[in-house]
């Protein structure tokens, strides 16, 4: 009885549509309709169930519809700050564009562009050509291309050199890389059999030579990214398999996850090879990615021989993973950055972060510590250390400096999820030692404002 007399009270959605709150809104009336619906489908739900007995206010309702308004109009992909410290955090988007990159992927969003155009000729041209250039200019390479990712280079490399034969791959390389990327399986989709040589911690030049047979296509070096194996443990140099492939005329393929353009030592980063280092090496086709070490956009970037370049870019898996306008523009102006490895390091924000002195970090955590407290905050500048991110140099971490926050009124974990979720810009960091770390290496100056600021309100 209670429950019929209550369903009947229920207001019609005509009335709340009527409302002034409501018809204010500036989203679709579709839009609206169904968000009313939906509150008052709600309602409905909660009646039947026993677990409302007395019904909000008409005014309580067009509240909730407002917000639900409002976070409907909010978009899902946002800007967030990442104090976390990890320079490629593959769930915020990996490596932030230079701010030419980001110029030239808008004006290439803007307008038409020469995306396909000769102009000389005044006819049809080549997608590729806008990169080709320059990346043989930095790597030496006699021939490049670029497609969607690293994976689906990778793909297209395994199935147009690969298929209905063998490729030869070391035991200690078959790696998985985030979600579902497995070199076996990826061999699979290619069509063509991996051939596993050695033992996980050893492989030796031998061990590729007497796997050689009939059905090879291919000798296959994966870059171990995201893992190390150390102690005893050795693997064929690239010159010496390099050489193998010639004696046997097979195509080395390298797989080399980040890519990297930059020589890392000369920043205290140990370990990571260069993609210069498998050109000069003769490695027959290289590939990796573009928003990883390299520090540009989401790309597959493919180096090799102009023969295997050339069937590359006609193999028809091609044409389904050509990369769009917006990433060769952003790709072209981070490669152009390259051309002055020292302007790389000042404009290429991966490398700017990366190469950052401690000392700079620890002024950096200092001026963030005192809009802190000028807000009101409990909080001290301590010395840590951050991984690279992005499955690279995956043993060595950096040191660092973060401002540590002691909430006065939440728990530390209350406090990171109020900036997760309520910030304006969400705010992700990280917690240790019963402390929510603020690490500064990935943060930019001009927002410490705005994160003393959140920090403080998410706090009161
Ligand atoms: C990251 C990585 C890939 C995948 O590259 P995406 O650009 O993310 O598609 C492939 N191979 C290796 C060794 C990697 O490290």
Redesign the pocket.
Known sequence: MEKNSLLRQLPKVDEVLRRPPVAALELPQTVVTDLVRGRIEELRQRILEGSLTSLPTVEELCDGVCADAAAAAKPSLRPVINATGVTLHTNLGRACLSEKAVAAAAAAARRYSTLEYDLEKGERGSRYSHVEKLLCRITGAQAAMAVN????A?LLILSAVGKGGEVITSRGEL?E?GGS?RIPEIMEQCGCSLREVGATNKTHLRDYENAIGEGTRALLK??T??YRILGFSESVPLQDLVALGRKHGLPVIE????GCFFDLERIGIHGEPTVMDSVRAGVDIISF????LLGGP?A?IILGSEEWIARLKTHPLTRAMRVDKMTLAALEATLQSYLDPEKAREEIPTLRMLSIDPARLKLRAELLRERLEKEGVLCEVVPEQDQVG??SVPTQLLPTWAVAVTPRNLTVDGLEERLRTRSATPIIGRIAHERYLLDVRTLWEEDFALIAASVAEADR
């Open positions: 990712n690293n994976a689906a990778v790696v890389i990327f994966v870059h990214s995201n797989d080399l996850g980040s990615s573009g928003d990883k989401q597959g992005g499955g």
